[in-house]
Each structure stands twice: as C-alpha cells, then as structure tokens.
C-alpha cells in the first residue's frame, strides 16, 4: 500500500476523525455523552498524530511475513 503510505495515510485518518467528531457534536445533545465522546475521539486522533508514519522506522507485528514452522 506505497499510495497510503506515511503524511498521506495519517492525513486521511484524521480527517475522517474530524467527521466522525462533527458529526457526533452535530447529533447528540449537549452534556456529558457528548464530552465523552470527543475525549474519545481526541485520543484516537493524538494516537494518529503520535504514531510513526514510516514502516522503515518501525518494524510492526503487521509487516513481518508469518513463517511456518
């Protein structure tokens, strides 16, 4: 997946957090739910933001090739 790869992946992410939180902000009434789910939302989007963009760098569990035994 080279075209998704790195700012562009991680731009896309947080883009569809922001539609998710606008769209939530837009349909539940105020009080606590709503707060809940923006403290929700804000920590799936610092996760994002925190999260190495590049798979050179970081060696993950999902890139490695599963070996038989």
Same mark, same amino acid.
Request: glycine fraction near 12%; hydrophobic fraction near 50%; charge should be positive.
């Given at each position: 997946?080279?075209? !998704?790869? =790195?700012? *562009? @992946?991680?731009?896309? &992410? !947080? +883009? !569809?957090? &922001? =539609?998710?939180? !606008? +769209?939530?902000?837009?349909? #539940?009434?105020? =009080?606590? /739910? @709503?707060?809940? /789910?923006?403290? #929700?939302? =804000?920590?799936?989007? +610092? *996760? /994002?933001? +925190?999260?190495?963009?590049? @798979?050179?760098?970081?060696?993950?569990?999902?890139?490695? %090739? %599963? @070996?038989?035994?």
């Amino acid at each position: 997946m080279n075209f !998704l790869a =790195g700012g *562009r @992946r991680k731009g896309i &992410a !947080l +883009l !569809l957090l &922001a =539609g998710l939180a !606008l +769209l939530a902000w837009e349909t #539940i009434d105020p =009080g606590q /739910v @709503r707060w809940v /789910v923006m403290l #929700i939302l =804000g920590g799936f989007a +610092l *996760r /994002v933001v +925190l999260a190495t963009g590049s @798979r050179d760098k970081a060696d993950t569990r999902y890139d490695r %090739e %599963e @070996r038989p035994q």
